[in-house]
C-alpha cells in the first residue's frame, strides 16, 4: 500500500459511497472496505487492473475519465478520490470541477514536481527528471501534467476550491518535518482534501 | 477432444422437462393453457439450494448449453465454453439451469407444439411472448427445483435482457445479474433487420400463413434467408474481412471468363442459412424476433431507464464488444450509466474484440477472465 493511501484513509467517513478514479488494481478501495466500510466504486481504464480489482469483489467501471465523466450525477458519492492520476488526464482543471460535482469532498494526491531533487535534476543536468518514482522518458510518460505543490494551490485559488487540509509524504520517513514545513520542496507526494 | 479426456466439460447431459399444469397469464393479455419447458442442469444444488445459476439463451439458442447429449456428438452445447469445471461458470461449485424458452422449438411449449383447444399444431396462432412471459414461465420452475434466489441470472443478446428484465420482476429471487452484449431496447436499424429477417420467412411460398406444418411444408429458403440476414449482423466487417475477404470458392474473375465466380463469404453464408432452417421453426423465429422488437426494459416505468433500476436489488455484470455493432458498447454503457444514476452495484467491462456480437459465445482471453473473477465473487457468498 502506498504511503499516500494510508494518509487519505481518515478523511473517509465509514459507511459513505466513494468513488475511486484511476482505481488500479483495487487495492485501495478494499482497503477502504474492509476498514471503513465504505461502498466503493472505481473507474479503471487497464484490463489486468480491472480484473484484478472484480476479483477483490469490488464495482468497477471501464471508462476513459478523459472522455468526461458525465455519467455519475451530482453529488452522488461522498467521497471522489484520485490518487496519482491527475498528472495524467487531459484536463485536470476540468476533473477536479467534476470530482466537486460528483462528490461532496474529493481527495487528490501527485507527486510534486517542484521537489528538490527534480529541481536540481533539471537546473544542474539541464533534462527533464527521471527517478525511481518517474521513471519515464519525457516522449513516453503518461504523466503529461505535472505540477508543484504551488501551482495546486494557484489553481485551487483560481477555481475557488476550498483546501480543508494539506498532507505530504517527504522521499523518506525521517523527513516529515521538512516536508511539512517546505512542501514545495521535501514533499514528494502531496495530498490534498478539498470541498467547494 | 473426445467427450472421455475432457475434464472441463460437464460430459454427457440429458435434458430433463417439467410440466405446469396451472394456466400462465401472458404480456398480451392470453393465458397459455398449461406448458412445459425442457432444461439442462450442471452441477449440484448445495444444500443452501444457494448456488443456482439460471442461464438464458439468445434468439436462435435453447437449453443444451454445455456438455454432449451422446458420445458420439461432435459438437457441445453453444455456450460450453463458458460453462464447465474450471470454466467461468464453473460446474465444481454452481448449479446450472439452462432453459429453452416457451415459444422455443427444441422442446418446450411453443408453435410447434399441440393446441389442446384445437389437437392441431399452435402454429401462427401461438400467442405472441415477451421477454416477462419467459421470466414469469421461469419462476415457476424455481419453485419447482426449491430455488428462492438465484446466485445469478447470466445471458447474452436477447437473454442479457431477459435477465435485465428479471432483475426488475423478482428482485428478491436474484443476487446478480450478467448481462452481455445486450441492450435496454432496439435501435431502428435492429427492428429494420427483424423485419428483413421476417419478411424472407413470410415471402416463402411454403409458409403458408404460418400453417406450414398442416401442409407437410417447410419454409426453409425464406428461414435460411432470414438466418444469412441475422448472421451477418452478428459478424463484424473485420471478422468477415479476415475469414473469407474476398476469397474465391469457385470460379475466377479472368475477363472472357463466363461462369460466375462465387466468393468463400457467398457459400459460408449459404451454409449457415441450410443448416439452420434445418433445426429450427420458422413461426418461432418470428415470434423470437418480435419479443426482441418488443421489448423496451424502461417503457413501463415511465421511459426511464433509471426509475426502472431502482426496482431491483441485485448486483451487476455488464460486458460489451468493441466491433459489436448489432448491440455496440454504447448500449451496454446505457444500462451501465442507468445503474449508476439508480445507486445500483454495478461492474462493466468493454471487451476489445474482432468477432462482433458474436464474441460472446468465443473464448476471448479477457472476457473469460472478468467473466470469471465476477463469477468468484458470485460464489463467495453462495
Known amino acids: ?196 | 477432444m473426445s467427450i472421455a479426456n475432457d475434464s472441463h466439460s460437464v460430459g454427457i447431459v440429458t435434458p430433463r422437462i417439467a410440466r405446469f399444469e396451472e394456466p400462465l397469464p401472458l404480456a398480451c393479455g392470453r393465458d397459455l393453457p398449461a406448458y412445459e419447458l425442457i432444461y439442462e442442469t450442471y452441477g449440484e444444488l448445495n444444500a443452501q439450494r444457494s448456488n443456482a445459476i439460471l442461464v438464458c439463451h439468445a434468439l436462435s439458442g435453447h437449453h443444451h448449453a454445455a456438455g454432449y447429449h451422446s458420445a458420439d456428438d461432435k459438437r457441445p452445447g453453444w455456450w460450453d465454453e463458458c460453462i464447465g469445471p474450471g470454466k467461468p461458470i464453473d460446474t465444481r461449485h454452481f448449479y446450472v439451469v439452462s432453459v429453452n424458452n416457451i415459444g422455443g422449438c427444441h422442446g418446450s411449449t411453443g408453435p410447434m407444439s399441440i393446441n389442446p383447444e384445437t389437437g392441431k399444431h399452435w402454429g401462427p396462432d401461438f400467442p405472441p411472448l415477451r421477454a416477462r412471459d419467459w421470466v414469469h414461465s421461469q419462476a415457476r420452475l424455481a419453485d419447482y427445483l426449491g430455488i428462492d434466489c438465484w446466485a445469478a441470472i447470466v445471458g447474452g443478446s436477447l437473454g442479457g435482457m431477459q435477465a435485465m428484465r428479471w432483475s426488475l420482476e423478482y428482485p428478491q429471487r436474484v443476487r446478480h445479474c450478467i448481462v452481455i452484449a445486450a441492450a435496454m431496447k432496439l435501435s431502428a436499424q435492429n427492428l429494420a433487420f427483424n423485419e428483413v429477417a421476417r419478411q424472407a420467412i413470410v415471402s416463402d411460398p411454403q409458409f403458408a400463413g404460418g400453417y406450414y406444418q398442416e401442409h407437410n411444408a417447410t419454409p426453409s429458403q425464406g428461414l435460411a434467408l432470414a438466418r444469412m440476414v441475422g448472421h451477418i449482423t452478428y459478424l463484424s466487417d473485420n471478422a468477415m474481412a479476415s475469414k473469407f475477404g474476398r476469397d474465391l470458392r469457385s470460379g475466377t474473375l479472368e475477363q472472357g471468363d463466363q461462369e460466375q465466380a462465387e466468393f468463400q463469404v457467398q457459400s459460408y453464408l449459404r451454409y449457415q442459412g441450410t443448416q439452420f432452417s434445418g433445426s429450427f421453426d420458422a413461426n418461432t423465429y418470428i415470434l423470437m424476433t418480435r419479443a426482441l422488437d418488443y421489448f423496451d426494459l424502461a417503457r413501463e416505468y415511465g421511459n426511464d431507464p433509471v426509475a426502472a433500476f431502482k426496482h431491483a436489488s441485485c448486483s451487476f455484470l455488464v460486458i460489451s464488444f468493441s466491433t459489436d455493432w448489432r448491440f455496440s458498447p454504447e448500449r451496454s454503457r446505457e444500462i451501465v450509466d442507468a445503474l449508476i444514476a439508480a445507486d445500483r452495484p454495478v461492474t462493466y467491462a468493454e471487451i476489445e474484440a474482432d468477432e462482433g456480437h458474436d464474441a460472446f459465445l468465443l473464448p476471448i482471453p479477457r472476457y473469460v477472465d472478468v467473466f470469471r473473477a465476477y463469477m468468484r465473487r458470485v460464489g463467495e457468498i453462495s
Open chain 1, 1 to 196: 500500500m502506498r504511503l499516500d493511501l494510508t494518509h487519505i484513509q481518515r478523511w473517509i467517513a465509514p459507511g459513505s459511497r466513494v468513488l475511486d478514479l484511476g482505481c488500479g488494481n483495487g487495492e485501495f478501495l478494499e482497503l477502504l472496505r474492509e476498514q471503513r466500510q465504505v461502498r466503493g466504486t472505481g473507474l479503471e481504464i487497464d484490463g489486468d487492473m480491472i480484473t484484478a480489482a472484480i476479483s477483490r469483489g469490488l464495482n468497477i467501471i471501464e471508462q476513459n475519465m478523459d472522455q468526461g465523466l458525465a455519467n455519475f450525477p451530482d453529488q452522488s458519492f461522498d467521497t471522489v478520490v484520485m490518487a496519482h492520476a491527475l498528472q495524467a488526464v487531459h484536463f485536470p482543471d476540468k476533473v477536479l470541477d467534476e470530482m466537486l460535482r460528483i462528490g461532496r469532498q474529493g481527495i487528490v494526491t501527485f507527486p510534486n514536481f517542484g521537489h528538490w531533487r527534480c529541481r536540481l535534476y533539471l537546473g544542474i543536468r539541464g533534462r527533464m527528471p527521471v527517478s525511481r518514482f518517474m521513471p519515464h522518458m519525457w516522449y513516453d510518460t503518461p504523466n503529461i501534467h505535472f505540477c508543484t505543490v504551488k501551482d495546486f494551490e494557484a489553481l485551487c485559488a483560481l477555481k475557488g476550491i476550498r483546501i480543508l487540509a494539506r498532507d505530504v509524504v517527504g522521499n523518506t520517513e525521517r523527513t516529515p518535518v521538512l516536508a511539512g514545513t517546505w512542501p514545495n520542496l521535501f514533499a514528494t507526494t502531496a495530498i490534498y482534501h478539498i470541498s467547494r
